[in-house]
């Protein structure tokens, strides 16, 4: 399947990338069928996509290819990575503990955490589960010990003496309620710490508890572990190149799921009450207003769901990513409706997943991507000093999942951004950098080093804040 897509380098954060707002309308939407077949036609991935409607009734369909020989995908049938769509079932989860009555949302995580471990906030007081379920705990993006043997597999051997080693090192930076700051870290030791507890792997307590009693359960159901057989899919990176499954260990809680379209849509439905279920007042206690403090100033956090209001709406939201999938969820608690996007590539789906659930948001305009990526592609490249490159290089973080690294080699100058590979920029003027790879233009801040850039792409901006020298 690698040689049908074509070349194309996104800035896509992986696990988890929220889109804060949807647009504003445009025209009549195609049927969801032709929605799919035309992206596929232009960004030559495989998609598997669903809608929930107000009467709690399923519309499913997929495109493309599954990138294992020459089966089609299908969206009941195949399982996709769906990274950090994974926090919201350990955020449902953790409701059920409570409503068991084994545990309370105020509780300190450190009464679950072995050999007297402590787990506190710069202030002395303890992390609770409600700081780690919002991401308002201080616990970074990822451990102090990362430091994955095989990059392409990042998470695969992080096991208990690891985890066990980073809640030893973590050093608190602030208050518990201070910000949002989102993490993997924290998330994975939720899903670890649970397991603990009920002393059962992390993947039986989900299949017990949560998957099947939602009928996502048993040998063809949801899993932690790649899927295999017929039910394989093949991940592939932005330049359209297979990509290794990803393996988890103890940091499972924060992205190790796999699902098919129509599973992950059962798990939206059920969500919204759709029908009525064994995990119902779960299910409201994970989507209730847990954190005011969010992603985005007006965003707030439920147990990982995201919140916003939107054109009188109330939504809930989550999308995720990982080096060769990406995947987006939202759910319009007003009307019940749900939308749900799956890609074996790393592509943007965060738009069709929103369009989706309301057919007003505005869909991306590949086409004039493409048209602007042409244009990109003939623009004249300046030559800058040492001093001025050197002013410029650094590592520069969106939020403290997603960073971009601006390196300088002689007089040429690289970009990376978080799980993706490098890409050459050239020099616009002293302080803009624009990519031939794909549009976008970084327009960095005055000072030697710089103290940040402005990302411009797709008609948006983003802020990065440099954090450190290259």
Do not use: C
């Not at 990575?81 to 919201?88: A, D, N, Q, R, V």
């Not at 989507?287 to 005011?292: P, T």
Request: glycine share 10%; charged share 20%; no cysteine.
């Amino acid at each position: 399947m690698s040689s049908s897509l074509p070349r194309r380098r996104l800035l896509h954060a992986a696990l988890a990338s929220p889109l804060l707002a949807l647009p504003p309308a445009q025209a009549q939407p195609n049927r969801l069928q032709d929605l799919l077949d035309e992206r596929v036609r232009l960004e030559g991935m495989g998609l598997a996509a669903a809608q929930v409607l107000e009467d709690g009734t399923l519309q499913l369909s997929a495109a493309g290819r599954s990138g294992v020989g020459e089966a089609l995908l299908t969206p009941d049938r195949h399982r996709l990575e769906i990274g950090s769509i994974t926090k919201p079932f350990i955020g449902l989860l953790l409701a059920d503990a409570v409503l068991r009555g084994e545990l309370k949302l105020d509780d300190p995580l450190e009464a679950s955490l072995p050999e007297g471990l402590a787990l506190r906030d710069s202030a002395g007081q303890p992390l609770r589960w409600v700081d780690v379920a919002t991401h308002r705990s201080g616990l970074p993006r990822l451990p102090s010990n990362w430091e994955p043997a095989n990059p392409l597999d990042p998470y695969a051997d992080f096991g208990d003496p690891q985890m066990l080693a980073a809640l030893r090192a973590f050093q608190p930076k602030r208050r518990r309620d201070e910000a949002f700051e989102y993490s993997n870290f924290g998330y994975g030791l939720m899903g670890w710490l649970l397991a603990r507890r009920a002393q059962q792997p992390l993947g039986r307590l989900l299949d017990v508890r949560v998957l099947e009693p939602l009928g996502l359960g048993g040998p063809q159901g949801m899993s932690l572990r790649p899927a295999e057989g017929p039910a394989a899919v093949q991940g592939h990176d932005a330049q359209g190149k297979p990509t290794p499954a990803w393996t988890f260990d103890a940091l499972a809680g924060a992205g190790a799921l796999r699902a098919s379209a129509a599973q992950l849509a059962r798990f939206a439905q059920a969500m919204l009450g759709h029908p009525a279920h064994p995990l119902r007042d779960a299910a409201q206690l994970a989507l209730q207003v847990h954190s005011a403090l969010g992603p985005r100033p007006g965003m707030t956090m439920g147990l990982a769901w995201m919140r916003l209001q939107h054109a009188g709406r109330d939504i809930a939201t989550h999308d995720g990513g990982t080096f060769g999938f990406s995947s987006s969820l939202w759910l319009d608690l007003t009307k019940r409706r749900a939308g749900l996007a799956l890609a074996n590539a790393q592509v943007v789906v965060t738009d069709l997943a929103g369009h989706l659930t309301d057919p007003a948001a505005r869909l991306r305009d590949i086409a004039a991507e493409r048209r602007a990526a042409e244009q990109a592609l003939a623009q004249p490249a300046q030559t800058l000093s040492d001093e001025q490159l050197a002013a410029l290089a650094g590592v520069y973080a969106l939020n403290p999942q997603f960073k971009v690294t601006v390196r300088v080699e002689g007089q040429r100058v690289f970009g990376q951004a978080t799980g993706q590979g490098e890409f050459e920029l050239f020099a616009k003027s002293e302080r803009q950098l624009f990519a031939r790879v794909t549009p976008l233009e970084m327009h960095f801040d005055a000072g030697s080093p710089s103290a940040a850039f402005t990302l411009l792409q797709g008609g948006g901006k983003l802020r990065f804040v440099r954090e450190s020298a290259p």
